[in-house]
């Protein structure tokens, strides 16, 4: 979790492969009016989100069942997508908040071609974003070292 350019697909992905178990990449999971909104530097509200956090948190608890494990990527920037993930997926979940500071992150997105997302929506992201709180049991990292490390530091506090 965590907000656009953080880092959530690239340490998602490298967590799944090691892990052999199944990646759902949340940006894949949203409406074509959620990407074109986003698309055209408007933030997506609740109501845009909710539906997504539903499709998401219901494949991840397919591929759960399926793998017993699986890893996603997903914003979840509000304690109440958080919850209503947890729900959806039921059983154990782990949340991972990636952090940066902002000019990292602008510089990120500015070097990510071909995304819908542009950088202009980071300040929104940020302005929404609520950090968990100690109760929430996320683990929180900030991604201003390799992939690799915060994939070995993962899998060691998941240990
Ligand atoms: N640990 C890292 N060190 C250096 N660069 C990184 C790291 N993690 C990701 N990046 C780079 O930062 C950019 C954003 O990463 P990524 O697409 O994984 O973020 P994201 O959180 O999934 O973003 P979004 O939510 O917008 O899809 C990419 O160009 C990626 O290569
Ligand atoms: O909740 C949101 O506003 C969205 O999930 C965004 O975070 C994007 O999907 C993602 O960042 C794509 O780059």
């Not at 304690?79 to 059983?91: A, C, E, F, V, W």
């Amino acid at each position: 979790m965590g907000v656009s350019g953080c880092g959530k697909s690239t340490l998602g992905a490298l967590l799944a492969q090691t892990l052999a178990c199944p990646f759902l990449e949340g940006d894949d999971f949203h409406s074509a009016d959620a990407v074109e909104k986003m698309r055209n530097g408007t933030p997506l509200t609740d109501e845009d989100r909710w539906p997504w956090l539903e499709r998401l948190g219901s494949a991840i608890a397919g591929a759960k069942a399926d793998n017993g494990v699986a890893v996603a990527a997903c914003s979840a920037l509000r304690k109440i997508y958080r919850d209503r993930l947890r729900t959806t997926i039921g059983g154990p979940v782990r949340f991972v908040m990636l952090d940066n500071d902002r000019d990292a992150l602008l510089t990120r997105l500015g070097n990510r071609p071909g995304h819908y997302m542009p950088a202009s929506l980071l300040d929104s992201q940020l302005a929404t974003l609520e950090r968990p709180l100690p109760d929430e049991g996320a683990m929180i990292l900030t991604t201003d070292m390799p992939a690799e490390t915060l994939r070995d530091r993962v899998l060691g506090a998941l240990r």
